[in-house]
C-alpha cells in the first residue's frame, strides 16, 4: 500500500508541474495573439480612417461593442471569406513563433518531469542508504543514536527501527543481567547445599566407624571429630549423629521449597489470588504459625487490635511473607517481645513488625532483601531466602518492603500495600 503511495504522490507531483508548463505556455501564447490581434485591427483602422474620415465613429462604436460583449446586432455575413482569406492566411508569419512555444512548453513539462522523478529517487535512495548504514553499524555493534532526519515516508520506518533497537539492546541487557544472576544464584545454590551435605556426609561417616552394639541411642565412649570436624572427647552416640542427619536434610528441605517458589516467581508462573483481608487477621494467623518457634526462643508476639483496615492480596503468600519477618525478628531478640502495629490512609495500608534487639548492622540493611545474603547478626540456620522471598510476594501485590533501625533500638520491617 506504501509503495502504491509513493506512486501516486510521484505522479501527482510530476503532472502538476506539467500543468503548469502548459499553464505557462498558454499564456504566453495568448499573450502573443491578443498583441497580433491588436496590431492588425490598428492597421486596418487606421488606414480606413485616414482614407475615410467619416468611418471613425463607426468603428469605434463597432470596436466598443465588440471589447464589451454586445455583438448580437453586428453583422455576420463572414466578409474576409468572401475576399478569400481564410484564418492561417493571419497565422502564416508566425508559425515558427508558434511551434517555438510548443516546444518550450512541452521541453519544459518534460524536464520538471525528470527533475522530478530523480529528485525524489535521489532523496529515497539517500534516506535507504542511511538507514542501510545504521543496521549495518547495528550489526557490528557501533550504533550511535539515530536522529529524526524529517517527516517523510521514511519518518515511520525510522522511528519503527529506533524503537526495535532500543527494545533489542534493551532485551540484551536484560539477558545479560539474567545470565550474571542465573550464575551468581547457581554458585550461591551450590553453596548452601555443600555445608548441610558434608555435615551430612561426617554424620554417616562417624555412624559407620563406631556403630552402637545395642539400641539406636546408646552412647559409644570415644574421642574423635565431631559432625563438624573439631576433635572431642565427648561422648557421643547414633541418637546425635542422627539428629545432625535431621536438622541437615530439614535446612534442605526448606532450601528445596523456598528455591522452587522462587523460580515459579522468576518464570511469572506463580498465581496470587487477590481477596479483601483483614490486617490483624494476617497478622493472628503468621503468629499462629511460629507458636513452636516462639515457645523455644522465648519470645512473645504483641498484635494490637486496632481495628478493621482491609487490604486486597493473596491470603496465605502473604501471611508467608510475614512469617518470614517475624521469623527474622526472633532471630534478632532472644527472649523479648515481637511488636506490631498497622495504619491506612487513602493511599496505601502499612505494616510494622519491630524487635527489641540490637538491629540491623549499617552496611548490611541495602543487601538485607537480596538472596541468600546472610547479615553480620544472622542466626546459624538461615539460608539467606527468607527476606528475598517476601520482598518478591509483596512487590507482586502492589506494595513495597523496607528494613530500617528504630531510634529505640531493634530492627524494623515497614510494609505498604497500595491502593492503586
Known sequence: ????????????????????????????????????????????????????????????????????????????????????????????S??????????????????????????????????????????????TGKAVVLTPSGEDDFAKLEDEIYKTVTFLYHTKDTAVQAKNAFAENLSNIAHQIKTPITALSLSVQMMKQHPADDLPCAK??????????????????????LEQVEKQLLRLKHLEEALLVLS????????????????????????????ELSAVSGTSIEIPELGEMMIVADLDWTMEAVINLMKNCMEHSKNGVIHCSY?????????????????????DIPYLFERFYRGQNAGGGGIGLGLALSKEIIERQNGTIRAMNRRDGGGLFEIRFYRH
Open 94 to 139: 508566425d508559425a515558427f513563433l508558434n511551434i517555438l512555444f510548443i516546444t518550450i512548453g512541452t521541453l519544459t513539462g518534460i524536464s520538471l518531469f525528470v527533475f522530478t522523478f530523480l529528485y525524489r529517487n535521489k532523496l529515497e535512495s539517500g534516506r535507504i542508504q542511511a538507514l542501510a548504514e545504521y543496521l549495518e553499524q547495528i550489526n
Open 343 to 363: 495504619s491506612q490512609n487513602p493511599l496505601y495500608t502499612e505494616i510494622q513488625i519491630w524487635d527489641e534487639g540490637d538491629g540491623f548492622a549499617k552496611e
Open 220 to 241: 559409644a565412649s570415644y574421642t574423635t571429630a565431631d559432625p563438624v570436624g573439631n576433635t572431642t572427647g565427648k561422648l557421643f552416640s547414633q541418637a546425635v549423629y
Open 1 to 92: 500500500m506504501n509503495g502504491r503511495k509513493n506512486i501516486l504522490v510521484t505522479l501527482g507531483l510530476v503532472l502538476s508541474a506539467s500543468l503548469i508548463a502548459s499553464a505557462i505556455s498558454v499564456l504566453l501564447v495568448s499573450c502573443y495573439y491578443s498583441r497580433s490581434q491588436f496590431d492588425l485591427l490598428n492597421v486596418i483602422c487606421s488606414e480606413i480612417a485616414g482614407q475615410k474620415p467619416e468611418t471613425t465613429e463607426i468603428i469605434s462604436a463597432v470596436l466598443k461593442d465588440y471589447t464589451t460583449g454586445n455583438t448580437e446586432h453586428l453583422m455576420d455575413d463572414a466578409i474576409l471569406s468572401r475576399f478569400g482569406y481564410r484564418t492561417d492566411d493571419f497565422s502564416g
Open 264 to 291: 515459579r516467581i522468576d518464570a511469572g508462573t506463580l498465581l496470587l489470588e487477590e481477596a479483601r483481608i483483614d490486617v490483624f487477621t494476617l497478622l493472628v494467623l503468621a503468629s499462629d504459625n511460629l507458636q
